[in-house]
């Protein structure tokens, strides 16, 4: 024991040391190599005088030589026979753990090779990658020869055919794209476990191992066999060794900086890291762009590898489909090759690309390579002439393949080299739970969202179908962020600028150039009116009407706006957001197209209001139900938001007389909460406090206020952890603090700051911005209308309205935007005495919200 205690304190040192000496100049597949070089001979050391009758072997990371600091050391034991062998295994996987080798295993018998092969693919594909270390040396050549004799034609389609759908499975979990702000270095897109895929299906397809006994990485002796069997080129083989290098060196990083094994890249790790790797403080940009573009070259290496095994196994296509497409390219299996071997020029590049968009191809590798050292000399052939911009604008008008051509061009460079204000566009970031992609790979997703609907059932899917011509709808979608690295801020105004001169550079008309510039110049106004301002307001939707020349611009925006909305981060996109922006877009359309104005339409809706309310409820006349309609100051928005049920609950609950009265509804992601008591000047932060220390997340909240002083406020809300429905098991509780709060039993200040305490250690991951605050005043005919931009935070809304109410404002309607951990605030207010609010105010309110709201963050 003595001397198994001594064994793990000098493997300890050694470890020890290996780690500190980690740095941003260290090569990672030494660092593996050695660190399993040095797991490899303290377990020899350990059992040094054992003799036992199986093998033991090194398997995943450990076997590949590619060990994280942190990673599991996994062993894989190989027996004759488990039940003999028992009291042996056990007693070595002991004296290794007194070692200080904490190891997971796994004990196979030889019969395991053909019960896997069918059962389990993960299990079997482990059986792949090991490497012996000790024991019987026989058995362990015998195991590998079963194992290798076991794949036959059959079992090979099954295997890969898997293989591919475990990829799917995966990129559908952790991300399909190498370009997400936080990926997961090892399962995302572009992340290890791609490149360890293709060397999985390579090691079944050719029956070949590559447990070579050399003191390589895998990965470097399979990146030799690609460069010796010509697999791809000798350039790409470099790129492909130091993107999967730098990607292994981050996940390195990451164990080391959170002693665990952490394979997601969040932001706060990226800035350490990027000062690790010898970046500025304030360039973190560059170092991300070097990631993303390692990653983009791992995922297009392997997703070219895959696609292959895919037409050879998964779905092979009879070689008598082989044609010609012109004089320099033929297609074959669905794949696109080149018949000559000089350079392309821009126009061979963008005409194959034309075929592939056209048929929905792949391109072969000779035909990859020739296009990606195209666009390495792409300045000397002057890629941007008028003349090279033909085929390249016969693909925007492809009604399908669009989103996923320009995605190839972008992961091959061609879009970059072709646009170069585009190029600037990839890896540029905007970090925050809203933005989970960069710029580039947004862009691409918008227009992938829209060619999606053409295949749904819905009233995006029926106006997308209704265009026939995509061109101006794609290029709009492609320009649209165009100018973000310049200026976030105004990126929509310069973008516009900007997209007139790509578009003159291309060769269009001047009326084409007036519909992009202004889709762009115009891509957030939809969004920020749908969710920041009440939609039954006349004036709001005048002013909105108003921008529009032709019903046709309308069309186009909505659906800009859809797919801007819905590529940004999948938890963005929600029903109650969906159906806000259909709302905008039917009452501006009715509008634009009855030529009327928005009291009309708000009027009309009124007067067409049913009559007969009353049947809803036995406790209510039709003379209450106009009481109630006379008492609300002609507010068009309370007709307009509530069913006819809701109305007759309203004014049966107002007939009781209770001091306050809470109904609740559930929506398809929200729970609607509704409110009935009398007004008072806090009443509004009161019920915010409410939501906040009950754990729910207010989306939007609206307050309709009748003569007699009754209010009837609506929220929406969430539960903040879960970001779904409210559990009804709450409703009670809710329900009894609205009760304590409007009456005066409950300080909510100390509810609140026990809600702080509460949540402290949970508050920063769900909310890890500390973004700039802005507050903004608008102009408007009866209010001021108060815009509140800043990160989000437990409580929020609950100290910014009691603050607002100190400041003598009157809140008559808000609208909550929440964006991911951003969140924007709409207020419409008047003062005390029902006055707009004086601009000689302005400066004195955003200065004592500013403060406010510093203090929450």
């Known amino acids: 024991m003595l001397r198994l205690l001594e064994i793990k304190k000098g493997f300890l040192k050694e470890r020890e040391i290996l780690f500190a000496e980690y740095n941003g100049k260290s090569d990672a597949f030494e660092f593996s190599k050695n660190y399993s070089v040095l797991i490899e001979d303290t377990i020899r050391i350990i059992l040094a005088d054992k003799k036992f009758n199986f093998a033991l ?89 079963q194992l290798l004799d076991s794949i036959n034609d059959d079992s090979k389609k099954l295997l890969i055919t898997n293989f591919v759908e475990d990829v799917r499975q995966r990129h559908e979990k952790y991300g399909d794209s190498p370009k997400m702000l936080e990926p997961n270095v090892k399962m995302s897109a572009g992340g290890l476990r791609d490149f360890q895929s293709i060397e999985w299906m390579m090691m079944i397809s050719n029956k070949q191992l590559l447990n070579s006994q050399h003191e390589l990485t895998q990965a470097e002796i399979f990146i030799n066999h690609l460069k010796k069997n010509k697999l791809t080129t000798p350039a790409e083989c470099k790129r492909l060794l130091e993107s999967y290098k730098l990607v292994l060196s981050i996940r390195h990083f990451l164990h080391i900086i959170t002693k665990s094994k952490t394979d997601r890249f969040e932001f706060l ?95 072969d590798d000779h035909l990859r390579t020739k296009i990606i050292d195209a666009t390495e000399d792409a300045e000397e052939n002057n890629w941007s002439q008028p003349d090279s911009s033909v085929f390249f604008r016969e693909i925007l008008k492809f009604p399908r393949n669009v989103g996923a051509t320009l995605s190839i061009m972008n992961e091959l460079g061609v879009l970059g080299a072709f646009l170069p204000e585009f190029g600037d566009l990839n890896g540029f970031m905007q970090h925050g739970v809203y933005h989970c992609y960069t710029a580039d790979e947004h862009t691409l997703i918008t227009i992938k969202n829209l060619e999606k609907l053409s295949n749904q059932n819905s009233a995006y899917s029926k106006l997308y179908n209704s265009i026939k011509d995509k061109e101006i709808l794609n290029l709009a979608l492609l320009l649209h962020d165009i100018a973000k690295p310049i200026d976030i801020s105004g990126h929509e105004i310069i973008g516009a600028e900007m997209t007139s001169s790509i578009m003159i550079r291309l060769g269009y008309e001047e009326e084409e150039i007036d519909k992009v510039c202004f889709l762009v110049k115009n891509h957030l106004m939809m969004e920020q009116i749908a969710f920041r301002r009440n939609l039954n307001d006349a004036e709001t939707l005048n002013s909105f009407a108003l921008k529009f020349n032709s019903i046709e611009e309308l069309d186009l925006l909505y659906l800009i706006t859809y797919a801007d909305l819905s590529a940004v981060n999948p938890a963005v996109w929600t029903s109650w957001k969906a159906e806000l922006l259909s709302e905008l877009y039917r009452k501006s359309k009715a509008m634009i197209l009855d030529k009327i104005s928005g009291e009309e339409l708000l009027y009309s809706t009124i007067y067409s209001a049913p009559k007969d309310i009353s049947k809803h409820s036995d406790k209510i006349t039709e003379n209450h139900v106009q009481d109630h309609f006379d008492s609300l100051h002609d507010d068009m928005g309370y007709v307009n938001h509530f069913s006819d049920e809701e109305i007759a609950l309203h004014v049966e609950e107002i007939l009781k007389g209770d001091s306050v009265s809470v109904l609740f509804k559930e929506l398809d992601d929200f729970t609607n909460v509704t409110v009935i008591t009398k007004d008072f000047p806090s009443l509004l932060s009161k019920l915010c406090g409410v939501f906040a220390i009950n754990d729910s997340n207010i989306h939007s909240a609206k307050i309709f206020t009748r003569k007699d002083g009754i209010v009837i406020d609506t929220f929406l809300v969430t539960d903040f952890r879960t970001h779904k429905r409210v559990d009804t098991a709450k409703y009670e509780k809710i329900k009894e603090d609205f009760y304590s709060v409007i009456n005066g039993f409950l300080e909510l200040h100390q509810e609140v700051a026990k809600l702080k305490s509460r949540w402290w250690r949970i508050e920063n991951k769900l909310f890890k911005r500390s973004g700039q605050i802005k507050i903004t005043f608008e102009k408007h005919d009866r209010y001021t209308i108060l815009d509140v931009h800043s990160p989000d935070r437990l409580g929020f809304l609950y100290h910014v309205t009691n603050k607002m109410n100190q400041l003598g404002l009157i809140i008559y309607f808000a609208k909550i935007s929440t964006k991911g951990d951003d969140i924007v605030d709409s207020f419409y207010v008047l003062d005390r005495n029902g006055h707009k609010v004086s601009q000689n105010d302005y400066q004195f309110i955003i200065a004592e919200l500013t403060e406010t709201i510093t203090q929450i963050l």
């Open 57 to 145: 072997a090194s398997a995943g990371s450990f076997s590949r030589r590619e060990l994280s600091p942190y990673s599991d050391i996994d062993l894989m034991i190989i027996s004759e026979s488990i039940e003999k062998d028992d009291t042996d295994i056990k007693e070595v996987i002991t004296s290794l753990w007194d070692g200080g080798i904490e190891a997971s295993h796994t004990v196979r018998e030889l019969s395991d090779i053909k019960k896997y092969l069918s059962t389990d693919l993960h299990t079997f594909t482990q059986f792949f990658e090991t490497r012996f270390i000790n024991g019987d040396v026989l058995l362990y050549n015998k195991w590998n020869t």
């Open 269 to 363: 790790n990226q800035i350490k890291l990027a000062l690790v790797y010898g970046y500025e403080e304030n360039d973190l940009m560059s170092f991300m762009k070097n990631y993303f573009a390692a990653a983009n070259i791992i995922f297009r290496v392997s997703h070219s590898i895959i696609k292959k095994f895919k037409v050879e196994f998964v779905n092979p296509v009879p070689d008598s489909l082989s044609y010609d497409l012109d004089e320099d390219f033929y297609i074959k299996n669905k794949v696109i090759f080149l018949k000559k071997n000089e350079q392309l020029t821009l126009s061979d590049i963008f005409r194959v690309f034309y075929y592939r968009a056209y048929h929905n191809a792949g391109f």
